[in-house]
């Protein structure tokens, strides 16, 4: 069983190189850009939107809502760039992943927003 999860995992990380290489690539439509532009960002982001040490829902996200995003973004993109950016990932696969600082920074932002909103109800400023 554990196998098979290294394998699944390895996939996933293919997968995400090759939506990597599909967002830079001129053929594929606008819209097909933008989704894949924020699912490649939230998996390379190094914060969760729902941090792991929550207990089941932590990693409802890498387990659930990632692999569904990918799905749907790999439905949008034609299959001739498919194949061309399966063959750019194969290679990047070899590296290290890269970081997007910028969806991490906003993921901190969204978080930070709702402490502060939770602080205010909790201690209720009113006079």
């Known amino acids: 069983m554990f196998n098979k999860i290294k394998i699944w995992a390895r996939n996933l990380k293919k997968q995400i190189f090759i939506l990597y ?3 830079k690539d001129k053929r594929v439509p606008w819209y097909a850009k933008l989704f894949t532009a924020c699912v490649v960002a939230y998996a390379f982001s190094p914060i969760d939107l729902i941090p792991d040490f929550i207990p089941i829902l932590g990693y409802l996200d890498d387990v659930i809502l990632l692999p569904l995003g990918i799905w749907l973004a790999l439905k949008m993109i034609p299959k001739n760039v498919l194949s061309d950016c ?42």
């Open 86 to 127: 399966e063959a750019k990932a194969e290679e990047r696969m070899k590296g290290t992943k890269p970081k997007n600082w910028i969806a991490g920074s906003i993921i901190v932002l969204i978080w930070g927003v709702m402490i502060v909103l939770v602080i205010i109800k909790i201690f209720d400023f009113k006079e």
């Open 21 to 23: 290489y599909a967002c």
